[in-house]
């Protein structure tokens, strides 16, 4: 039986996404916090933990912090052990000194004492590396977090940030499913190999595009050949590979249920063949 890990800790390989739970982007590009739906939101996240589903994604980006409360909502009265969470410092936080500042506030919002991932949630042109990287070290010095991971980064910019980093990196969550390989190629899985880094895959359904019947129809294809929805064998094509997990955004029960049963799909081997050809 295969397990999944994040550093020393074991996950469940379907997480729980949550970018669009309490806001989302303006046309324009700011983010902006809705409270609406909070209570469907929030039974969505304490269903999928219900189902075992024990990795929960977040951000302080996400609904301008808002959606880091909903999970700090949804997590409330639930024994600590039993789950992951993770969250991101976005670029206003990036300096050094305010990683740790940034830190302290999602913990307030989430309602816990100390993030289990902390990562940045991007590659940042204008700051120098070494100033969040350094930052995560700092928070997880002060007990803020217990690891610390990078978000699309490159291999170059992973390599860059395990050699400036005194903490392990231990998670690089990209944007990877079977139509989308991105960063994620020989030389990274090489990379995560050698220093023991978790690929966390991002989008796994591509925002519903995997999960429509108009997707790909290699995709079609190859789920009728597998008895199984385009989403499951696009959940399932990343779970079944070393060192990645993944983290579907699934508000709907129906959704979640359909996304968890992925974990009884086994592809066979030539339909892997021919949907690792697919992504570029
Ligand atoms: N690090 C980064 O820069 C970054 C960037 C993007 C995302 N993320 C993280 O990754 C998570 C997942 O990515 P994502 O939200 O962009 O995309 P995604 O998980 O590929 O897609 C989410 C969308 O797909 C729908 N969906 C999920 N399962 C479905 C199913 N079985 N059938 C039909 N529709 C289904 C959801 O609908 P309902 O909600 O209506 O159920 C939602 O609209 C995010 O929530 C976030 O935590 C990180």
């Keep these: 039986m295969q397990r999944w890990t994040i550093g020393s800790r074991e996950v469940h390989p379907i997480g729980i996404g949550t970018w669009g739970m309490g806001g989302d982007r303006f046309d324009g590009g700011d983010v902006y916090a809705d409270y609406r739906d909070d209570d469907r939101q929030i039974d969505a996240i304490r269903y999928a933990i219900?189902?075992?589903?024990?990795?929960?994604?977040?951000?302080?980006l996400y609904?301008?912090?808002?959606?880091?409360?909903?999970?700090?909502?949804?997590?409330?009265?639930?024994?600590?052990?039993?789950?992951?969470?993770?969250?991101k410092v976005w670029r206003s936080h990036s300096l050094r000194h305010a990683v740790p500042k940034a830190a302290e506030?999602?913990?307030?919002?989430?309602?816990?004492?100390?993030?289990?991932?902390?990562?940045?949630?991007?590659?940042?042109?204008a700051i120098?590396?070494?100033?969040?990287?350094?930052?995560?070290?700092?928070?997880?010095?002060?007990?803020l977090a217990h690891a610390i991971g990078v978000s699309n980064f490159t291999t170059d910019q992973l390599a860059e940030a395990i050699r400036l980093s005194r903490h392990p990196i231990v998670a690089?969550?990209?944007?990877?499913?079977?139509?989308?390989?991105?960063v994620v190629d020989d030389a990274m899985r090489v990379?995560?190999?050698?220093?023991?880094?978790?690929?966390?895959?991002?989008?796994?359904?591509e925002r519903r595009l995997?999960?429509?019947q108009a997707t790909?129809?290699?995709?079609?294809?190859?789920?009728?050949?597998?008895?199984?929805?385009?989403a499951q064998l696009a959940i399932a094509w990343l779970i079944g590979q070393d060192r990645v997990v993944t983290i579907p955004k699934a508000s709907h029960p129906e959704h979640l249920d359909e996304n968890l049963d992925a974990m009884r799909v086994r592809i066979p081997e030539e339909v892997t063949r021919t949907l690792d050809r697919l992504g570029a």
């Design 50 to 60: 219900g189902l075992g589903q024990n990795h929960i994604d977040t951000a302080q």
């Design 63 to 87: 609904g301008a912090g808002h959606t880091e409360e909903i999970v700090g909502r949804a997590i409330a009265g639930v024994d600590r052990s039993r789950i992951f969470v993770a969250t």
């Design 105 to 125: 506030e999602s913990l307030r919002k989430l309602g816990i004492d100390a993030i289990d991932l902390l990562y940045v949630h991007a590659p940042w042109d």
């Design 128 to 143: 120098p590396m070494e100033e969040y990287i350094a930052g995560l070290n700092d928070a997880v010095d002060a007990g």
């Design 172 to 182: 690089n969550q990209v944007h990877y499913n079977v139509l989308h390989h991105g």
């Design 191 to 205: 990379l995560c190999a050698t220093h023991d880094v978790t690929i966390v895959a991002y989008r796994p359904v």
């Design 210 to 212: 995997l999960a429509d």
């Design 216 to 230: 790909a129809p290699q995709i079609l294809d190859a789920a009728a050949h597998v008895g199984c929805t385009p």
